[in-house]
């Protein structure tokens, strides 16, 4: 069993999502960024060009730590935006083709099912 539940693997494997990685630098600065993902099990997958050699790669590095968000709208009218939050533990994997690896500690999502609304839970 996996500690997204089934509209959250719904979402986050549907494909075309762009998510955006969030990191502190050294100096306590937050950073954000879009970037490509997949999901590997229970755990998130961030690779891209030149990644070993890219801010977000030494923040991981350096903290260990990423919070990391896909969401869109549905509808403007009436509002219904959905997405999913993941905060949790990261690796910078070093090797052939660098990536980063968010181990879910905490999954928030809002509007993946119908009639609901937040879904907040600690997983780890």
Same mark, same amino acid.
């Given at each position: 069993?996996?500690?997204?539940?089934?509209?959250?693997?719904?979402?986050?494997?549907?494909?075309?999502?762009?998510?955006?990685?969030?990191?502190?630098?050294?100096?306590?600065?937050?950073?954000?960024?879009?970037?490509?993902?997949?999901?590997?099990?229970?755990?998130?997958?961030?690779?891209?060009?030149?990644?070993?050699?890219?801010?977000?790669?030494?923040?991981?590095?350096?903290?260990?730590?990423? %919070?990391?968000? @896909? !969401?869109?709208?549905?509808?403007?009218?009436?509002?219904? =935006?959905?997405? &999913?939050?993941?905060? $949790?533990? %990261?690796?910078? @994997? !070093?090797?052939?083709?660098?990536?980063?690896?968010?181990? =879910?500690?905490? &999954?928030?999502?809002? $509007?993946?099912?119908?009639?609901?609304?937040?879904?907040?839970?600690?997983?780890?």
């Amino acid at each position: 069993m996996s500690i997204f539940t089934e509209e959250g693997i719904s979402y986050l494997d549907g494909g075309g999502l762009l998510g955006r990685l969030a990191t502190v630098g050294r100096d306590g600065t937050p950073h954000i960024t879009p970037v490509g993902f997949s999901r590997s099990g229970d755990t998130i997958h961030i690779g891209g060009y030149d990644m070993a050699k890219s801010k977000k790669f030494r923040d991981i590095a350096d903290s260990g730590r990423a %919070a990391f968000v @896909v !969401d869109d709208v549905l509808s403007k009218s009436p509002w219904r =935006p959905h997405g &999913i939050e993941v905060r $949790g533990r %990261a690796e910078a @994997v !070093d090797g052939e083709r660098p990536f980063i690896r968010i181990h =879910p500690e905490r &999954i928030v999502s809002w $509007g993946l099912s119908k009639g609901k609304g937040r879904d907040a839970r600690s997983v780890g």
